[in-house]
């Protein structure tokens, strides 16, 4: 049924490690052969043998407007045609980061870069510059990227400095980071009461969505924000997945808390590679060439990738996009819910704007060791129910799932379609 497929991953993994360029790819946690995407249109993408699926990734995020959007397609082309890269500025980043601008609460001054990795990395860097202080604070299950001294898990237990979880990271990279429990606030006011003025910054997703997707409480994101500003340290939310996707003005606006440094992502490149780090004017003033916090890029504010963001940030910005975004994907994960429960399967589901969470649990998770205890195997089998019918998830039962404003009526009812079969066979 899917020779091309096969062929081709046969072949990859001859010249690529496990047969593709980023792991999750390679459906090692679902089984089975990735799909060969050979094209795609507004909500479909199909696969080398010429089958059609509804596609709930979107590129893991970025296509937000639907796959090969006219306009965005059409911005492409007349940038490419006038020269793919200069090396020196342009009066698109002007226009870009003026619209970043306008756009995040806080941010007043941004630097583009070409991957979420490269924002965060940075953003790290410049908190550790601008407070002089070496020690960062993330969270358990969140994914930030994959530099360094955030390739790191918790050892048991309050403070124990990070051991790296990725071979090739040095202990000396890692053992600044301390990583403690997402949405558990004693645990972050504890270790800021015993070594707040070491910390330079706490790093988190306000909405978590790469432990599959898990909501911050409001108190816990009102908890660091308090204890970052009474102990100077540096406030990050990395917005790489829920900025633009949540809301147009990100998951800051929807807690109504402002971080220091905001890191984007995936929605601001529309498919292509843009990716920022921005916040206060003071802050960014450390950044090289004004101050000493090195940092650079030869493709960074590339003219064909700030195209297609550009682009996609004019169209998210048209009246009722949110909307029609959160209501549809409201609409997808709630009937998933009923179809489930009518085929009394244990499992639930979560949305937040145009991103989703589905769940072989009974309750929503809240925590990574929530989210760890769900049916990984039952999940496993729906994805292979799913995608047999045409639809293709998220190839992980700990990845979020987005939707595109071109996941229309027809197209969430017959997701929830496949999935009542799906369900009913688990
Ligand atoms: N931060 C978050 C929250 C992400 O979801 C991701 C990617 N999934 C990254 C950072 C890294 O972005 P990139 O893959 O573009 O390097």
Request: aromatic share 8%.
């Amino acid at each position: 049924m899917t020779n091309k497929n096969e062929t081709l991953f046969n072949r990859a993994q001859k010249t690529t490690p496990g047969g593709v360029n980023s792991p999750v790819r390679a459906f090692r946690s679902v089984g089975g052969t990735p799909r060969f995407i050979t094209r795609a249109e507004g909500p479909y993408f199909w696969d080398a043998d010429d089958r059609r699926y509804i596609d709930y990734i979107g590129s893991w995020g970025p296509a937000i407007v639907g796959h090969a959007h006219p306009q965005v397609v059409s911005a492409v082309q007349v940038a490419a045609a006038r020269g793919l890269s200069f090396g020196a500025p342009t009066e698109g980043e002007v226009l870009m980061a003026e619209e970043i601008c306008k756009l995040v609460p806080g941010v007043e001054q941004v630097r583009l870069v070409s991957s979420g990795t490269e924002a965060t990395m940075s953003a790290l860097r410049l908190a550790r510059g601008a407070t002089k202080r070496d020690k960062i604070i993330k969270f358990e299950g969140c994914y930030h990227g994959h530099a360094d001294s955030l390739l790191v898990k918790a050892g048991s237990g309050l403070l124990t400095f990070g051991n790296p979880t990725s071979a090739g990271v040095p202990e000396d990279f890692s053992k600044h980071t301390l990583v403690l429990d997402y949405n558990n606030c004693e645990q972050l006011e504890e270790v800021f009461q015993s070594i707040g003025d070491q910390i330079a910054c706490v790093i988190v997703e306000p909405i978590a969505g790469n432990m599959n997707l898990i909501r911050a409480t409001p108190a816990f994101l009102e908890t660091m924000r308090r204890l970052c500003s009474a102990h100077g340290s540096v406030l990050i939310f990395d917005e790489v997945m829920c900025g633009f996707r949540v809301g147009l003005h990100g998951a800051q606006a929807l807690y109504q808390v402002q971080a220091d440094i905001v890191c984007m992502g995936k929605v601001i490149g529309g498919g292509l590679p843009v990716a920022a780090f921005g916040g206060r004017a003071d802050l960014m003033g450390h950044m090289a060439p004004l101050g000493g916090v090195y940092q650079a890029g030869t493709l960074s504010g590339n003219p064909v990738a700030v195209a297609a963001g550009m682009t996609t940030l004019k169209i998210i910005q048209e009246d009722g996009f949110y909307e029609t975004l959160s209501a549809q994907t409201r609409k997808l994960v709630d009937g998933l819910a009923a179809a489930a429960k009518e085929a009394g399967v244990t499992f639930c589901a979560d949305a937040v704007g145009g991103m989703f969470g589905l769940y072989f649990a009974a309750k929503v998770p809240t925590s990574y060791a929530e989210m760890m205890a769900s049916d990984k195997e039952k999940f496993n089998r729906f994805f292979h129910l799913m995608l047999d019918a045409g639809v293709y998830l998220a190839p992980s039962a700990f990845e979020a799932g987005f939707v595109s404003i071109q996941h229309d009526d027809a197209i969430v009812d017959a997701t929830i379609a496949a999935a009542m079969q799906a369900f009913a066979q688990l």
